[in-house]
Every structure is written in C-alpha cells, then in structure tokens.
C-alpha cells in the first residue's frame, strides 16, 4: 500500500474548434473535394489545479456529475496520462518518470479487460509471465488468491471469458488486480455493467478484500449508493476541480457549496433561488424565511441568497389547516415508498420550486393533492447566489 499526494495537478487538451471543412470546387468535367486544415484551440481542462492525499490503506470514492474528470484523474494517477503539470507521489516519490508498469497499481475497469484467449488462471498469471517469476510462487500467489475471492472462484479459474457471466468477469478482473499485490488499487466503475443483486454482492466483496488487505484505494462510481458502502472518503468533484472532501455524513451535513449540496443526497437538497435578504428575513416570492442570527451578521440587505432544504427537514402533512412554524403549500407531483424506514419521499411543487419532503407510510397520497409542507427552521441551509459559497 501507498499514500498518494496530489499537488497542483493540471491537464488541459486542445480540441478541435470544428469539424474538418470540405470545400467542393466544382467545374464542368468533374467535382474536387479539399479537406480544409482544422483549427484547434486550447481550453478543455480536464483537471483544475487538483491538490489529494489519499492517506495509507484508505478507500477514497470519487463521484461527479459525466465529464467531471473523474477517470482523467485515474489514469494521470496510473501514469497513462503524462502531459501533466504539478506533482503526483507515492509515499513521498514523484512518479512523473515512473512507466505504468513499474508503479505496482492494480486497476479494475467497467468493461473488464481480461485477455480473450487466455483461461481464468491465464489472466491472473500473466503478470508473473511477464515479470518472468517462478512458476511454483506464481502458483502459489493463484492459490491463495482463490482462497480469498471466497466460494465458486476456484471453478472459474479454467474457464475462458468468453463463457464467464458479468459478475463472473469482474471477479476475475478483481483477483488479476490483487495477485500481483499492488502498491494502489484503481477501481474505474468496475460494477456499472452488472445488474442489482451481482452488484450488492461484488460491492460487498470489494469492500471486504480491500479491508483485509487495507490496500490504498480509488474508486470512481457515478453510483451513490457505492459510494457510501465503500467509502473511507468521498471526493466530489466537478468541471476538473475537486469541490470537496470528507465523509458521507460530513458533506451531507456540512456542503461547502451550492453545487455539493445540489449533487449529494438521495434524494440531494432542495435549493431555492431567487431569495433577497430585507431585514433579518430571507424574502422568497410571498414567503419570508426568519434567518439565524450568524447568518443575519453575514449578509446585507438587498443581497441575493439561496436556501437549502433537505427533505429530511420538509414534513409533509394533509392538514391545510395547521398556521405554526415555517410552512409551504405545495402540489403533490410524484411519491416514493421507503419500505426500510417506513417513509414516503414526496415530490411537491409550489410555484416554480420543486422540491422532496418526507411523510409517514400511513398518509395515504395522490398525485395533484395538495398538502403542506412544515419546515424545520433548525435545518436550512444557507448560501450566497453569486458564488454560490455556504453561508
């Protein structure tokens, strides 16, 4: 295992400003096509000044929204990415000059990558072919791999890819990565291609072998539930930038920004914009919203802000008769039963706001039925519209 450390890491590709032009000259006798040069530009920037440290036998989970930089960030990591600025090390060591083969990383992909022509035991070997270690070692770490992967594996090891089922494939693809005992692991949507049940249970197994063998970790999921299961941390990020760090609870109670607290949650928080502070009341259409008092010391009147509201904080009710406390009138536009907790998760819409509130399986609901909202002034959150920073 490794602690990883991030400085000021950057990576910008130049993309084309539009596509290859064909100019058709046209004479009586015949037509000829010109493929015009094409323009580039620089300016896609793919990571933003990141600065990570992934501490020893730590699990870090890295989510965002499509095209965050997420795998970029994996592969300047593993050293596929080279044209880099900023510093990437491993325990202490600068890896700028290190080949991918030569860092001791095990990485697992969505589509698997095992060799085709090899059998099970084939793929978990070529490694050692490669490295031209011994047979008996090479056995004996195959071995001992099974033993780890837990029951069934043994019997995969035979067997071809091309007979092998998904979840079959990854964990293959997973016992690859941990027979050649790397320093790092690198986890790229390994599960996205399995349905639910294989992936509760390869999430449960990752998690387990990564613990035993407390092996420096980063996995990149677009899927929150994994995130939560896995994570030692998460790192959220968005447009190449790392917003913020930390754990689950953490960032759900304590979002640095606007866009963390839209991102994370399930369902994520609720945010009304448009607000302008008058007073120590926060105006938002025909609503005033009282604001606690360090939040009144913080803003000015006339300043645009926007609150937050997790829908464990909205109680939905039928009574359109209560008065008491913050309240909102809103149009039931969809509901969720939560078996688990004995909930319902209620979509509502007052206005132009959409937001979730939650209520007791009991009340029983119809779409277009309107209810009211009861909001618990202790839970709002608080953030300025411009730049979009938590109060």
């Known amino acids: ?30 037509s000829i096509q010109e493929d015009l040069p094409v323009e580039t530009k620089a300016g896609i920037t793919a990571l933003d000044h990141v600065n990570l440290t992934v501490p020893h036998g730590q699990i870090f989970v890295v989510v965002g929204p499509s095209g965050c930089g997420k795998s970029t960030l994996l592969r300047v990591i593993a050293g596929i990415e080279k044209n880099y600025t900023g510093t990437i090390s491993y325990d202490g060591e600068d890896m700028q000059s290190v080949p991918p083969g030569d860092r001791y990383i095990g990485m697992v992909f969505q589509n698997y990558a095992l060799y085709p022509n090899f ?52 964990r293959v693809a997973i016992a690859r990565a941990i027979v050649r005992a790397p320093r790092l692991f690198l986890f790229d949507e390994p599960l996205s291609n399995l349905d639910a049940k294989l992936r509760a249970q390869t999430r449960s197994e990752i998690k387990r072998l990564l613990h035993r063998f407390a092996i420096t970790s980063l996995y990149v ?59 120590n009341k926060l105006v938002l259409d025909d609503y005033l919203i ?59 819409c007052t206005g132009s706001w959409r937001y979730a509130g939650l209520c007791p399986l009991a009340l029983k609901l119809r779409v277009g039925q309107l209810v009211k909202a009861h909001i618990d002034s202790d839970h709002l959150y608080f953030f300025e519209t411009k730049s979009g920073l938590r109060l």
């Open 1 to 30: 295992m490794a602690r990883i450390k991030l400085h000021n890491v950057s990576l910008t590709y130049d993309a084309p400003l539009h596509e290859p032009v064909h100019k058709l000259f046209a004479t009586r006798k015949e």
């Open 119 to 170: 059998t099970g035991e084939g793929n978990l070997s070529f490694f050692f072919r490669m490295h031209k270690i011994g047979n008996e070692e090479t056995r004996e770490r195959i071995r001992y791999t099974s033993e780890l992967m837990g029951i069934g594996f043994k019997e995969l090891l035979p067997r071809q890819p091309g007979t092998l089922s998904g979840g079959e494939k990854q």
């Open 221 to 279: 999921t677009h899927d929150q539930v994994e995130a939560i299961a896995l994570a030692d941390q998460i790192v959220i990020m968005h447009e190449g930038k790392i917003e913020q760090v930390g754990t689950y609870q953490n960032l759900m109670e304590h979002p640095v920004n606007l866009f963390v607290a839209g991102f994370l949650g399930l369902p994520p928080m609720s945010l009304f914009t448009g607000g302008l502070i008058s007073g």
């Open 290 to 348: 009282p604001l606690p008092k360090l939040i009144a010391s913080l803003v000015q009147d006339g300043q645009a802000v926007t609150l937050g509201l997790r829908p464990e904080a909205v109680s939905v009710s039928a009574d359109l008769t209560s008065t008491s406390g913050i309240q909102l009138r809103g149009e039931v536009e969809a509901f969720e039963s939560d078996y688990v907790h004995h909930l319902q998760i209620v979509h509502l």
